[in-house]
């Protein structure tokens, strides 16, 4: 079982796509809550998550996703673009209180935005961004951390997790 795809782009900078089964998933093996899928066919190239587990969520009140990476495993001087890669399926119910998306990076104030999925097409992978972050050269250590919560308001279904993409901006 794979936690995470890495891939090198055109540019020779390292990408990643933390999978669903290294996420820290709330109530995920719950089968009452969240189902584990293969992927929907037709999905291939390198930072997809082809061939990887998604995880569905079957009915919940509380959302809470989380993913971390470690900063050195990420090209120095790069800046990335991180987001959640997501689908809401159709009859997918109680998105009408936005997620809290939250980015954190070492000695850094936390990204932080609100994403209505409310009114997102449904049956497509959504990247619901999160924020950016930069390597600086020489940097030690550290982890970036990445999140999606909603709390309360509504029972919840119909979303689809394929992961956390992390990867340089264009």
């Known amino acids: 079982m794979q936690t995470q795809r ?4 055109e540019k020779g900078n390292s990408c990643f796509m933390l999978l669903p089964r ?3 998933i709330a109530w995920a093996e719950n089968p009452s809550y969240w189902a584990w899928l293969p992927p929907p066919p037709g999905e291939g190239s390198a930072g997809d998550a082809a061939g990887e587990e998604v995880a569905e969520l079957k009915n919940v009140w509380s959302l809470e996703v989380h993913g971390k990476l470690e900063l050195s495993q990420l090209t120095p001087g790069a800046t990335y673009e991180v987001a959640i890669e997501v689908m809401l399926k159709q ?13 954190e990076l070492p000695g850094a104030r ?10 997102q097409a449904r049956g497509q ?4 961004k999160v924020g950016d972050v930069e390597v600086e050269k ?3 250590g550290g982890e970036l951390v990445v999140s999606m919560s909603q709390d309360g308001g509504h029972w919840k279904s119909g979303l689809v997790v394929r992961g956390i993409r992390i990867a340089p901006k264009n």
């Open 6 to 9: 890495h891939w090198v782009d």
């Open 22 to 24: 290294g996420l820290s």
């Open 91 to 103: 009859g997918c119910a109680g998105w009408q209180v936005p997620v809290d998306l939250q980015l």
């Open 110 to 119: 936390a990204q932080e935005r609100k994403e209505s999925l409310e009114k």
């Open 125 to 128: 992978w959504l990247p619901l």
């Open 138 to 140: 020489g940097q030690q």
